[in-house]
């Protein structure tokens, strides 16, 4: 019987963003949620995975929300 597959921030992360394409993910929104303090660091991990994500920064505020824009070939 094998283990079952314990979800990252990363895989949390992805499915966030799958399930609100219009709003994104902010790096508030990862730490109450997921307790990702480094959502940056998640999302490079997600790009370099193939995944194409957008950022935007949000005006006066300091900081980015993140899009996933299409799933790259895995």
Not at 38 to 62: M, N
């Amino acid at each position: 019987m094998a283990a079952p597959k314990i979800e990252t921030q990363c895989d949390q992360i992805l499915r966030y963003m799958q399930a609100h394409p219009k709003t994104g993910i902010s790096p508030i929104e990862a730490m109450y949620l997921m307790q990702c303090m480094r959502l940056s660091a998640r999302i490079w991990d997600l790009r370099h995975k193939g995944f194409a994500i957008r950022s935007e920064v949000v005006e006066g505020k300091g900081y980015c929300r993140y899009f996933l824009e299409e799933e790259a070939e895995q």
